[in-house]
C-alpha cells in the first residue's frame, strides 16, 4: 500500500495517474489506491479532466482483476457523462472504448459492438489514427470470440495497415500478438506462430521487457499446439524468467501451468507435475481460477498411476469448478475422476462420474448450441444497427449543412428529419419480418444453385473417370479422338459447375484472394494463345498490345486467367468469322495518383443492345436477341467475372454499339500495397467447390464382393462407404485388382462395418444419408479400436475450410471429385504403406524397449493399455487373448485385426513377444536365475521357456547369460 504521508498526499492528480500506469501490471492493488487517491484529488481540485481520468483507470484495474463489475459499470458510465457534459470528445470516445472492453470480458459481444462502434466513429471524426488502430484491434478481438475469424482478421489486418503507415511498433506488436491469436484460436498454428514471431522481433527490438515476455509466452502455447514440444518448452522457460523478473506473479503460474502440461505431452509426468504444483500455489494466493491446473495435477498423477492423490485433486477441481460455474474445465475433471475411482477398484463412482461426465459434455453442448444462436443474432442485430447508423449519419450530416447554410430554415429542416427518423423507425418495424424472409430466400436460392452444382459433379466423376481408363486402354486414333471430345466436353461443364460455385461462394464472403508478384505480359498472352486454335478455326485475328515489356504487378494469378478466359471466351463466341478480336495492356495512374493497369478485350460483333447493357452483368442473363442465337451462353460467365474484379479491388466497364462490336475494359491495382497483409500470402487455393447431398440408392451393406471372395487374406481389406451405387461400381472397379473390399450404403452402417471388421483403409464420402463422413472420421478416429485404420474422405465438397474441417477430424487425406483413377490407386497405396512403417516402428519398439512407450498418439496409448493389462497378469500363464481382450475392451477378432495393424502380431504372438523381451532384458541385467525368471514372465515350464527364447533370439536363455547371443 502507498505511504499517505504528506510527499503522497501532495502529489498530484497527473502524477498519481502516472503511478498507476507503473504498477498496473505488477501490482494491481497498489495502482488501485493510487487511482483511487487520484480520483479524490482531481474532485477536490475541480479537474474534470484528470476525475474522468481517474475514474477509467480504476475501471480498468477492476476488469484486470475481475473485481466489482458493479463498480466498472458506474466508473465507465459516469466517465462518459462528464466527458459529453464537458465536450472531451476524445475521452467521450475513451469511455465507449474501455465500456466495450468491460462487456467482452463479460462476453456481452452486442453491447461490446455497440460501444467499440462509437468509440471508433468519435476517434476517425478526431482523426486519431492510433486510436483508430486500437479500436480496429478490439473489433477484431469480439469477432473472434464470436468466431467469425474472417471479420476478425480483416479489422486485425486494417489496424496493422495504419500502426504499419504510422510506424508505430507498439502498436504493430498488438496487431501481430491478436493475429496470431486468432489463428490460434482457429486452429492455424503456423500462422500463429508466423505473427507472434513478427511481435516478438518488435518487442526486442523496442526493448520492451512485457511485450518480450508476452510473445514468448504465447510462442510457447502456439508451439505446444504444434506439437514442437522442445520449441514450446524453450520459450516456456525464457517467458518465465522475464515473468519473475518484472513480478507478474498471474503471469508466472500460467507459464508454469504450460510448462507442466509441456512436459506431460514430452512424457515426463514427474517433471510436469512438479511444476504444475507451483502454479497452483500461486493462483491460490491471487485468485485465479485453479479448475484447469488442478485437472493437469490430477492427470499427472494419473499417468504416475497414483490413483489417491489424482481423486483428491480431482475432487477439489470439482469444487472450484461449480464455484465458478467452469463446466468446460469440469468436463476434463469428471473423466480424471472416473479414472481415478477405477484405479482404486471403486467401479460404482467410477461409473458416477462417467454418467456427471457425460452429462457434463451434453450441458456444454446445449450452451454452445445457444451460444451459436446468439451469435448469429448478435451479429445480424449489429449489421442491421451499422446500417441505420450510417443512414442516420448521413442525414445528420445534410441537416448540419442545411443549419449552416439556411440557418432560418433551421427548424423546418430539424423537423422534416424527425419526421424521417420517425417514419425509417416506423418503416424498420413493419418490414422487419419482409426483411428477414427475403434474406432467407436469398440464402435458399445461394445454397440450391450451391448444391445443384454438387449434384453435378458425381455423375462427372462417371463420366472423366472411365473416359481417362479407356484412352489408356485403346490405341485405335479414330476412338481417340472421340474420347478427346467427351473429354473436352466433360472438363467444360467441369469448368461451368467451378464458376457457379464461386458465384454461390463470392456471395457468401468465403472467396479469398492470394495475391502474387506476377508478369502480366506473359499471363495476358498466354491465356489469348490458348485460343488460337479456336480462332483459327473461324478465321478470328488475335491481336494482343502490352504498353510496356515484362509489365508486373500484384494479383491472383487463377482468377485473374478467369477473367480474361471468360472475357476472351465471350468476345470469340459472339464474334463472326474473318474479323479481329484485340487484347490491350497498359499502365496508367488514377485520380488518387495510385498506379493501375488496364485491360481491354474488344470484338468485332453484332454488339450488345442498349437495353441490354444494364443488365449484362447480372446473373443468368442472357439478353433479349439470344434466345434463338447459336452462341447462346448460361449467363454465369460475366457475372463471375465482375465480381472477381470487384475481389480484386478493380472495376469492369462495357461499352458497346450495335452492328461495330463490344469492348470490355478491366482496372485493377499495381502495387502489392493495395492489398492485405493476408491477402499477400501465397496459400493454398480457396477455389474448390463446396458440396452436395447426393443421390441415394439401396446398397447392401457389409457384402464382400465375389471378386473377392477367394482372395488372399494378406490382401489389404478396404471398406467403401458411399451412398450412390454407381460410384461404389466406379470404385471397385479401379480397386479390385488389388485388394479385397466390402461396402456400406450410409455413414452409420459403414461406422457399424468398420468396428465389426476392422479393415485396413476406409474410403467414405463426405454427404450421406443417417451420417456425414465428418461424423464417420471423427468416431473412428476417437475410437481405440479404428483409429489406426486410414481414412480417404471422398467428396465434391472440397473448399480449403471443408478440407480443414475433414482433417480436423483427422482423416488422412482428402480426394475431390472428379477425380483421376491413377490418383485415387496412389493415395491408397501412399498411406497403406505409411501404416506398414508405422507397424515397423511399434514392432521395433516392442522389440527393443517395450516400456518406453509413451502416450503421445491414440496408437501408441492402446499398445500401452495392452502392455500394462499384460503386466498385471504377467505371472498367470494362463492368461488369454480372450482375457487381453476384454481387459482392452475389444472383442477377440478386433483386438487380433488391431494389433496385427500396429505391430504386425497376433494377440498371442504380441504377448508371448512381451514376455520374452522382458525375459530378454532381466537376463540381462542378471536380476535372478532363468529359471526365475521365466516364472516371473508367465513361463510355468522352463523348457518351454527355453524353447520360445531360441525361436525368437536364435540362442537359449543360457547362451544369451553367457554372451553368445549379445
Known sequence: ???????????????????????????????????????????????????????????????????????????????????????????????????????????????????????????????????????????????????????????????????????????????????????????????????????????????????????????????????????????????????????????????????????????????????????????????????????????AYLDLNDFEQALSYSLQAEKTGKERSDLDRMQYTYRNMADAYEGLGQFEAANRALKLYISTIDSLFAIESEKQINQLQILYETEKRDQTIDQLTLEAENASFRRNTYLASGILVSLFLLLLYSGQRYKARKNRELLETSEEVAQMKSNFFSNISHEFRTPLTLISGPIEQLKSKIDDPTVHKELNIMQKNSDRLLSLINQLLDLSRLESGNLSLSVEKTNLESLVKGVAMSFQSLADMKQIQITVECQITDFEAWVDRNKLETILINLIGNALKFSP?????????????????????????????????????????????????????????????????????????????????????????????????????????????????????????????????DSFTSADDSTPLLLIIEDNEDVINYLVGILKDSYRIITAPDGEAGVESALNVIPDLIISDVMMPKMTGYKVAEILKQDDKTSHIPLILLTAKASHEDRIQGLQTHADDYLTKPFRPDELLLRVENLILSRKKMREKYNRKIEIKPDELSAQSMEEAFLLRVVEAIKKHLVDEDFSVDQLAREVGMSRSQLHRKLVALTDLSASEFIRSYRLNLAKDKIENHTGSISEIAYEVGFNSPSYFSKSFREKFGVSPSEFEAGKGK
Open 1 to 299: 500500500m502507498p505511504q499517505t504521508n504528506q510527499k503522497t498526499q501532495s502529489k498530484s492528480a497527473e502524477e498519481l495517474l502516472e503511478l498507476v500506469d507503473e504498477f498496473i501490471f505488477s501490482d494491481p492493488d497498489l495502482a488501485l489506491e493510487y487511482a483511487q487517491q487520484a480520483l479524490v484529488e482531481s474532485r477536490e481540485s475541480a479537474n474534470t479532466e484528470m476525475e474522468i481520468k481517474a475514474l477509467y483507470e480504476i475501471g480498468e484495474i477492476y476488469i484486470r482483476t475481475a473485481k466489482n463489475s458493479q463498480e466498472i459499470l458506474s466508473n465507465f458510465k459516469e466517465g462518459i457523462e462528464k466527458s459529453r457534459e464537458g465536450e472531451f470528445k476524445k475521452l467521450t470516445a475513451e469511455g465507449h472504448y474501455n465500456l466495450s472492453r468491460y462487456y467482452e470480458s463479460t462476453s456481452e459481444y452486442s453491447d461490446a459492438l455497440e460501444h467499440i462502434r462509437q468509440a471508433l466513429e468519435l476517434f476517425k471524426e478526431l482523426n486519431l489514427e492510433s486510436n483508430v488502430a486500437n479500436t480496429q484491434n478490439s473489433l477484431g478481438r469480439i469477432y473472434q470470440e464470436l468466431g467469425d475469424f474472417s471479420t476478425a482478421l480483416n479489422h486485425l489486418f486494417e489496424a496493422l495497415r495504419i500502426n504499419e503507415k504510422l510506424q508505430r511498433k507498439t502498436g504493430m506488436a498488438v496487431s501481430y500478438t491478436i493475429i496470431g491469436n486468432t489463428y490460434m484460436r482457429s486452429g492455424r498454428y503456423e500462422e500463429a506462430i508466423r505473427y507472434f514471431n513478427e511481435a516478438l522481433a518488435l518487442d526486442l527490438e523496442m526493448e520492451d521487457p512485457t511485450g518480450i515476455m508476452i510473445s514468448k509466452l504465447n510462442l510457447g502455447a502456439a508451439n505446444q499446439r504444434f506439437e514442437d514440444y522442445e520449441s514450446a518448452m524453450t520459450f516456456h522457460t525464457e517467458a518465465l524468467e522475464l515473468a519473475r523478473e518484472l513480478g507478474y506473479r498471474q503471469d508466472v503460474a500460467i507459464i508454469l501451468g504450460n510448462i507442466g502440461s509441456t512436459y506431460r505431452k514430452m512424457g515426463y509426468p514427474e517433471d510436469g507435475l512438479s511444476n504444475l504444483l507451483q502454479a497452483l500455489e500461486i493462483m491460490q494466493e491471487t485468485g485465479y481460477n485453479t479448475t484447469a491446473t488442478l485437472n493437469g495435477i490430477a492427470e
Open 577 to 705: 468469322e474473318n474479323c479481329e478480336l484485340s487484347v490491350r495492356l497498359v499502365e496508367f495512374k488514377s485520380a488518387d495518383g495510385l498506379n493501375r493497369f488496364r485491360l481491354e478485350v474488344e470484338d468485332c460483333g453484332a454488339g450488345i443492345p442498349e437495353e441490354d447493357l444494364k443488365h449484362i452483368f447480372d446473373r443468368f442473363y442472357r439478353g433479349s436477341e439470344k434466345e434463338n442465337s447459336e452462341s447462346i451462353g448460361s449467363g454465369i460467365g460475366l457475372a463471375l467475372t465482375r465480381e472477381l474484379v470487384i475481389l480484386h479491388k478493380g472495376e469492369i466497364f462495357v461499352s458497346s454499339k450495335t452492328g461495330e462490336g463490344t469492348r470490355f475494359t478491366v482496372e485493377l491495382p499495381v502495387s502489392e500495397k493495395q492489398y492485405t497483409e493476408q491477402e499477400r500470402v501465397v496459400s493454398a487455393s480457396f477455389d474448390q467447390p463446396a458440396k452436395p447431398a447426393m443421390t441415394t440408392r439401396k446398397i447392401t451393406a457389409n457384402t464382400e464382393l
